[in-house]
């Protein structure tokens, strides 16, 4: 059965890589009805931290896509120390008593750099139980195969044949002096034990499954098909970096900012991988239907995020601000005003879930990102408008004179008139006529005078929401800006 597993290591904040790894594995377990295993790889306890934990699971909850089985790695060291010990009992490992080289930064042998101390590697059996035995302490470490000339080889899904000559391989440790599995050894361990069968990861991770492939060797397992996925870089071409990039490369960042999750998945799969008939805006069930390793390119893949940028807007891909702008759009509007009431509460606004549902039809064409209700509706929610400037209330071709002569027809009309679309429409554009004004003559002074600016949604619907009481206060505290 396929099986595959999400491994994050709790020691930052949910990466956007990190994010599309998980969502690449769910979209292929869900292709076909596979499992999905959430595994936090939790063993490095030193760096380890619980606002890493909670960043990860939160970011993981907020995309909703869900996992059907989940682990601790610090919880089954048994398990590690057990397929350790297996190898070592084949004559595939070694005890290194020299307290070098015991972590899992070791450089590759390609350019004469350490591979090996031959003293430990020919230390004989019976020498190496009675140093044991006496209680030194040693890194288990891999017998790599050497001079014989062989090659480790592996069929990547998205990269092809993978060869590398073993002699070029160090000794690689399972287990380090204090007896704590390697990531190497943990990670390979848990995949056979929880039968994975595809593992998909990160690029960076290519060159270390030359060990993987000999430790699942070594365990007599059969090795998954690897599937590694091109980077994430930023506009300069480096890598997308929690250091360097700060909290743009956090999936917090996205979630707070307003992007809908279903959004932010679509974007995340576009980096680095793309359906066959180039579509952009896809759904959730679309992804599952469409989502193939075939799909998956080699090239990094660019995130074109604006650092430092003018407003916090302008930080993101412009491609993911349209994907979200285009999935509010798409939105029924009583879900997407479920999703805009708590971010209009959170500021201190008690709106109402009915007044809600009413202005999100007025705004949902206007917002890019969730928070921007807050800019495009302001003037639903606040009591007082903030200052304006007078000249915003005259109408093109016009002067004080006619804005003032607009506000004060305006009340009298709104006054006696049903507030309500055709009504309101009817009653305005007969009292420019009458006055022997344009429409938009008519309407621009009192869409300024109740919502503060020019710039803002239909303004019969406008009047509609505001109620006549609020609109007649805001249209007096105009005339009172023009005499």
């Not at 890493?52 to 989940?70: A, K, M, P, Q, Y």
Request: a neutral charge; one cysteine or more; glycine letters at 6%.
């Amino acid at each position: 059965m396929l099986r595959v597993r999400f491994a994050p290591s709790p020691t930052g904040f949910l990466h956007v890589g990190s994010a599309r790894t998980f969502i690449f594995n769910w979209l292929y377990a869900r292709h076909n009805g596979g499992t999905m295993v959430l595994r936090l790889d939790d063993t490095d306890v030193e760096r380890n931290t619980d606002a890493s934990v909670n960043s990860i699971f939160g970011g993981l909850r907020w995309l909703n896509l869900g996992w059907d089985e989940e682990y601790k790695q610090s919880e089954r060291l048994a398990l590690h120390r057990q397929i350790a010990d297996a190898i070592f009992q084949k004559d595939l490992a070694y005890r290194d008593f020299t307290p070098a080289h015991t972590g899992d930064t070791e450089k590759s042998g390609a350019n004469q750099t350490w591979l090996f101390n031959p003293g430990m590697r020919e230390l004989s059996r019976a020498e190496s139980d009675r140093r044991a035995a006496a209680g030194e302490s040693f890194a288990l470490r891999f017998r790599v195969p050497r001079g014989r000339n062989e090659q480790v080889r592996f069929t990547d899904a998205v990269y092809g044949e993978q060869v590398k000559l073993a002699d070029d391989i160090e000794d690689f440790a399972l287990l380090r002096s204090d007896g704590m599995p390697t990531y190497h050894l943990a990670s390979c361990a848990d995949d056979i034990d929880l039968r994975i069968s595809h593992i998909i990861r990160g690029q960076d991770h290519l060159s270390n499954t030359y060990k993987h492939a000999l430790i699942f060797e070594g365990a007599a397992a059969k090795i998954p098909q690897f599937a590694h996925l091109p980077l994430l870089v930023a506009p300069d071409g480096s890598k997308l970096s929690k250091r360097r990039h700060g909290p743009v490369v956090s999936v917090t960042t996205y979630r707070d900012a307003g992007f809908l999750p279903e959004a932010f998945i679509n974007f995340l799969c576009l980096l680095g991988w793309s359906p066959k008939d180039n579509r952009e805006k896809m759904t959730r069930h679309e992804l599952i239907e469409a989502f193939s390793l075939e799909g998956i390119n080699r090239a990094n893949a660019v995130v074109n995020f604006k650092e430092p940028a003018a407003t916090p807007d302008e930080t993101f891909d412009p491609k993911a601000l349209w994907l979200n702008a285009e999935h509010i759009r798409a939105l029924p509007v009583s879900e997407l005003s479920a999703q805009l009431l708590p971010v209009v509460r959170a500021t201190g606004f008690q709106v109402t879930s009915e007044k809600m549902d009413a202005i999100t039809p007025l705004i949902r064409e206007r917002i890019k990102l969730l928070r921007d209700v807050l800019t495009a509706a302001d003037f639903f929610f606040v009591e007082k408008l903030p200052p304006y400037d007078p000249a915003e209330l005259i109408p093109q071709k016009g002067d004080a004179a006619m804005a003032l002569k607009v506000l004060k027809r305006a009340k009298e009309v709104l006054a006696q008139t049903e507030f309500s679309h055709d009504p309101l429409d009817h009653a305005l554009r007969a009292a420019a006529q009458e006055m022997g004004l344009k429409a938009g003559q008519m309407f621009q002074p009192i869409r300024v005078a109740v919502c503060g600016r020019k710039n803002a949604p239909p303004l019969f619907e406008t009047l509609q929401v505001l109620g006549r009481d609020t609109t007649l206060a805001r249209i007096d505290q105009a005339i009172e800006k023009l005499n």
